[in-house]
């Protein structure tokens, strides 16, 4: 549902923010110095509002000498200056949101580093129009984990809409999911009383409770439950397994993309270690066939709806793995963290104003329903800002179909047929010439009239006023993620009126520690 690949970037590991209060008297973590805001704006050169006529210039920047110049962009990305540091430095040195650079792995990984980078909101769509851009193998970028991951198939991720399988596969978990929509609320709010008793529990032997691994179990339960008839999969041959067989075989996938945060004497043999080969599929072989089989033996109703659409049962299977694991467990485990760090942050101003709505609606509409979350404009708001602000999907990656031009706030550039164009979504998401205050939390801003900027929230590989289909790349679980975030606050602010917590930023996201949990003082 949410493609994972992301969660292992780079980032400043293990940072903890100061707070500040913003218009809407929230705590936001107070901006650095040197800010995105400045930095974009710096790069302006007009202020042009005809679309079809913004001038024409050459891509700046430089690819460096082959070998050598992908290795030092590397780690200048991961090591020197860091994900948001190296492209607003670029920003910055070449006066354009528009530039050529290379991205990681590089060398020996991937036989070709080169990409243009586009980091605003204004350039970074043409990446979801799919006659213009080819998604050919590039969901990891510049390279391709081997098929033998995943039973030796390339998975619906990793095809283009123009293959023949991408809509058949596409429409199996589109359809999958809409037989399946009245499950989601039952299912998953059982899943938030496991998760939430787990916490109170250690919390009461501790004094403070790991959020991260709680709801880490809490995905892939519901996830697997969801495609295997409620089947609980500690009753299976997973046992209690499963979350850590997920990210043992995505680790070694994604490593090459990963920065471990360790000390600086070790950067290097990092480095070597992780981006000089990549790792055989053989090392996770024996964790991945145990998921295989659970799926394969448990998911039956799945499967046979499946073949009916006329898929390979077996095919289907390894489809399904890659999806409840590498997409819907892989992004969640991470868009859960991410979404109570900001309602955290926000502070007990937002949590009382959630908890208002969130209690009053339930009271009117007897229960938790669909119909009931829709009518909390402030906890769809704030699911909203926070997949805006920081979305655990920060890249995207496509090749040119063909010649074309790509258009930034200021210029036009010519892209040529082949070449790799890439978007770093929180630049495009947190574009000042787009968002008022862009790089601050504003928990209602999509509230009334913001509902028009929903248009600009892309974290789900389009736009969020556009709906997935066979014939895009948009992720196919899109509704059902916000749903569950929705569902998450609901349940949370039922119970509680506001909590304490601690985190520390790393390249695999917030990691959160609960401190203190205050129980809901008013009946609903």
């Not at 107070?30 to 202020?47: A, E, G, V």
């Not at 981006?275 to 996770?284: D, E, G, W």
Request: aromatic fraction near 12%; include cysteine.
């Amino acid at each position: 549902m949410i493609d994972l690949f992301e969660s292992f970037s780079s980032a400043q590991a293990h940072t903890m923010f100061p707070l500040t209060r913003n218009k809407t008297h929230y705590l936001t973590p107070t901006p650095k110095k040197s800010t995105l805001l400045s930095l974009i704006l710096s790069s302006t050169m007009s202020s042009s509002s005809d679309s079809d006529h913004r001038p024409l210039r050459e891509i700046p920047g430089s690819y460096g000498l082959p070998f050598f110049g992908p290795i030092i962009d590397r780690h200048n990305y991961f090591y020197h200056e860091g994900r948001d540091k190296f492209f607003a430095s670029r920003i910055s040195r070449h006066s354009s949101t528009v530039i050529r650079t290379n991205m990681p792995p590089g060398p020996f990984i991937s036989s070709d580093p080169r990409v243009i980078a586009l980091l605003d909101g204004a350039s970074f769509p043409v990446l979801f129009d799919n006659n213009k851009v080819e998604k050919f193998n590039v969901l990891d970028g510049t390279f391709m984990p081997s098929t033998k991951f995943t039973g030796g198939f390339r998975v619906c991720a990793y095809l283009d809409t123009t293959e023949p399988n991408h809509e058949l596969i596409k429409d199996f978990f589109l359809q999958a999911l809409a037989r399946r929509k009245d499950s989601f609320l039952p299912l998953f709010r059982n899943c938030l009383r496991e998760s939430f008793a787990e916490i109170e529990d250690q919390l009461s032997k501790k004094t403070e409770a790991g959020f991260n691994d709680v709801f880490s179990h809490a995905s892939f339960n519901f996830m697997f439950r969801l495609f295997c008839d409620n089947r609980d999969p500690s009753h299976t041959n997973l046992a209690s397994k499963g979350p850590k067989l997920v990210d043992t075989w995505l680790l070694f996938q994604l490593a090459p993309l990963a920065t471990l945060g360790l000390p600086k004497i070790f950067n290097y043999v990092e480095d070597i270690l992780i981006r000089t080969l990549p790792f055989p599929a053989c090392l996770t072989k024996s964790g991945y066939n145990t998921l295989y089989e659970a799926f394969r033996t448990h998911a039956t109703t799945l499967l046979n709806e499946a073949e009916k659409l006329g898929l390979d049962r077996n095919e289907a299977c390894h489809n399904v793995v890659f999806t409840a694991g590498f997409n819907a467990y892989g992004g969640l485990k991470n868009q859960f963290p991410v979404l109570l760090k900001w309602v955290g942050l926000a502070g007990d101003k937002l949590h009382a104003d959630l908890a208002s709505e969130v209690r009053g609606v339930v009271s009117a509409e007897g229960g938790v329903t669909l119909n009931a979350l829709e009518k909390m404009p402030l906890v769809k708001s704030v699911v909203y800002e926070v997949m805006r602000i920081e979305p655990v999907v920060p890249y995207q990656y496509g090749r040119a179909r063909e010649d074309m031009v790509v258009r930034s706030h200021d210029a036009s550039f010519e892209v040529k047929k082949g070449e790799m164009l890439f978007g770093y979504q929180p630049f495009a998401t947190k574009d000042p010439r787009i968002f008022e205050d862009a790089e601050v939390f504003v928990a209602r801003r999509f509230v009334g009239e913001g509902e028009k900027m929903l248009k600009h929230v892309l974290w789900s590989n389009g736009k969020e006023t556009e709906e997935a289909s066979v014939s895009n790349k948009q992720c196919a679980g899109k509704n059902l993620v916000v749903v569950l975030c929705r569902l998450l606050l609901v349940d949370f602010f039922l119970r509680y009126d506001t909590f304490q917590f601690e985190f520390k930023q790393s390249g695999f996201g917030p990691s959160i520690t609960i401190k203190s949990l205050t129980k809901a003082s008013t009946l609903f």
